[in-house]
Nanobody, 121 residues
């Protein structure tokens, strides 16, 4: 089994910064694309950013230039540095990863439990 555990959420004022972390643990042979998604109240879950094992990144237009996704493959961890936060960034942020548990298996998709980010004065 694979677990994704997020940390780093909280309450921050507009214009502030937060850094989210997501560590994968359990049965892991390799990890492919990792990413962050978010879901605001009454809204659908949406992509924030993704990063491949080789470091290629994709960002939602709404966060380009403000958020940066990165990963530490040695630690099976993905990060989301969020700067210049706005009230509309308020949401539950979820980590997602494609993980290959064993050499004999293909990739499975996993989600973390989510971490709350509130941007408010």
């Amino acid at each position: 089994q694979v677990q994704l555990v997020e940390s780093g959420g909280g309450l921050v004022q507009p214009g502030g910064s937060l850094r989210l972390s997501c560590a994968a643990s359990g049965s892991i042979f390799s990890i492919g694309t990792m990413g962050w998604y978010r879901q605001a109240p009454g809204q659908q879950r949406e992509l924030v950013a993704t990063i491949t094992g080789g470091g290629s990144t994709v960002y939602a237009d709404s966060v380009k230039g403000r958020f940066t996704i990165s990963r530490d493959n040695a630690k099976n961890t993905v990060y989301l540095q969020m700067n210049s936060l706005k009230p509309e960034d308020t949401a539950v942020y979820y980590c997602n990863a494609n993980v290959r548990p064993r050499p004999s298996t293909w990739f499975n998709n996993y989600w973390g439990q989510g971490t709350q980010v509130i941007v408010s004065s």
